[in-house]
Nanobody, 121 residues
Framework: QVQLVESGGGLVQPGGSLRLSCAASGSIFIINDMRWYRQAPGQQREWVASISRGGSTNYADSVKGRFTISRDYARKTVYPQMNSLKPEDTAAYYC???????????????WGQGTQVTVSS
């Protein structure tokens, strides 16, 4: 069974940095796009960043210039490097990936369990 495991969340001061990771496991044929979303209390879940299998990246306007997303193909892992963090970055961050399992060969979207990022003094 395919699973996405997130880690790296925590408490950081404004202006600080944090790196999250999302590792895929299970019997996987191929992983295509990988994305990060976030959701703060009382707000809708919003897209933050994405990276294609070819390495092309896109970022939400709110994080452009501060976040950098990358992936490790061998480790089946994606991680955003988050710099110059602001209090408004505080949210639960969720990994999402388009994965084709070897068992079905049908591409589906999978979600991680979420990891909390808190930016506060």
């Amino acid at each position: 069974q395919v699973q996405l495991v997130e880690s790296g969340g925590g408490l950081v001061q404004p202006g600080g940095s944090l790196r999250l990771s999302c590792a895929a496991s299970g019997s996987i044929f191929i992983i295509n796009d990988m994305r990060w979303y976030r959701q703060a209390p009382g707000q809708q879940r919003e897209w933050v960043a994405s990276i294609s299998r070819g390495g092309s990246t896109n970022y939400a306007d709110s994080v452009k210039g501060r976040f950098t997303i990358s992936r490790d193909y061998a480790r089946k892992t994606v991680y955003p490097q988050m710099n110059s963090l602001k209090p408004e970055d505080t949210a639960a961050y969720y990994c999402n990936a388009d994965i084709t399992p070897t068992s079905s060969l049908r591409r589906s979207a999978y979600w991680g369990q979420g990891t909390q990022v808190t930016v506060s003094s």
